[in-house]
């Protein structure tokens, strides 16, 4: 499964960035931020966040990468 996997198939573009994990600004939809071997996921409710998660560990995985939970922080 991949974020864009979410987009559906709606013709409204109100109705598919509602569907779109992450925030608009500007008219873009930011989903991540990274920084050196850091990275910020960006999600509009609870939902989306655990699906964005539950992807970067799987992810992670198949390069032999993981998730540092001790440094990992949620914020609202």
Known sequence: MSWQHLRGDEDDE????????GIRINGQNL??????????LVASNPKAASLMIQELVE???????RMN?????VMR
């Not at 989903?31 to 910020?40: G, N, S």
Request: charged share 30%; proline share 3%; net charge positive.
């Open 59 to 65: 992810m992670c995985g198949k390069v032999g990468l």
């Open 31 to 40: 989903t991540h931020l990274r920084f050196a071997d850091d990275i910020v």
């Open 69 to 73: 939970t001790n440094k990992t922080k």
């Open 14 to 21: 109100n109705d598919k960035a509602k569907l779109l994990p």
